[in-house]
């Protein structure tokens, strides 16, 4: 379900084929962390969601990659397509499509989100409109100068706008997050390191 939702971002969300995946190289996600939970807010459950790694890549490189919205279809799982609709300074207006799969179902999804940017430092996320009942976001960067490299942490909170099993949710969104942030840092891992000035 929330394959998409990942990218949401952008977040945080190109429908792959099974086959394609299935002969996709799978990302090394031992340095991921990634938290689900279900809360109760305001008498309505929805999912609380915490993801968080290190890359090698200085701050300036992974803010090029969460930014580059409309670039993300290439690389995040079932994300069709994300494109600007508009921007106005810091404030980015984007419509994202992608499919929610369940089992032998599927779901096309279409969102409207604000992502207010702080540049290297953070993305804030949330909806307008579309096939979510809540959705809120964060990506927050955190250099790291002993290595040169950036902490990654990827928060949200989400509501589905259709059903999804209780038992069974957490775990599908934590395997999609998973996928998500995989697909996030294997692309961040291949770009150079932004050339330092002297």
């Known amino acids: 379900m929330s394959r998409f939702l990942l990218c949401l971002l952008m977040l945080s ?3 792959w084929p ?3 995946l299935a002969q996709a190289p799978r990302p090394d996600n031992s340095r991921l962390k990634v938290e689900v939970k279900r809360i109760e807010v305001d008498a309505q459950r929805m999912y609380e969601v915490s993801a968080n790694a290190v890359v090698q890549a200085a701050p300036a ?3 090029k990659t969460l930014t580059g919205y409309e670039r993300m ?3 995040v799982p079932d994300l069709s397509s994300c494109r600007v609709l508009s ?3 810091n404030e980015v207006i984007l419509e994202q499509q992608g499919t929610a799969r369940f ?3 599927s779901h096309p999804i279409r969102l409207v989100v604000r992502a207010m940017e702080t540049p290297m430092t953070s993305i804030d996320i949330d909806l307008i409109s579309g096939d979510m009942r809540h959705y809120e976001a964060r990506w927050a960067l955190t250099p790291m100068p002993e290595t040169g490299g950036t902490r990654i942490v990827f928060s949200s909170r989400l509501m589905p706008g259709f059903y ?6 957490t775990t599908m969104i934590r395997s999609d997050i998973e996928r998500m942030m995989g697909a996030v840092l294997a692309r961040i891992d291949g ?3 932004p050339a330092v000035a002297k």
């Open 73 to 75: 279809s290439e690389f």
């Open 164 to 169: 999804v099993p209780g038992m069974l949710g």
């Open 61 to 63: 490189a992974v803010w």
């Open 103 to 105: 089992l032998f179902m």
């Open 87 to 89: 921007r106005n300074g």
């Open 18 to 20: 099974a086959a394609a």
């Open 13 to 15: 969300a190109a429908t």
């Open 191 to 193: 770009q150079p390191l």
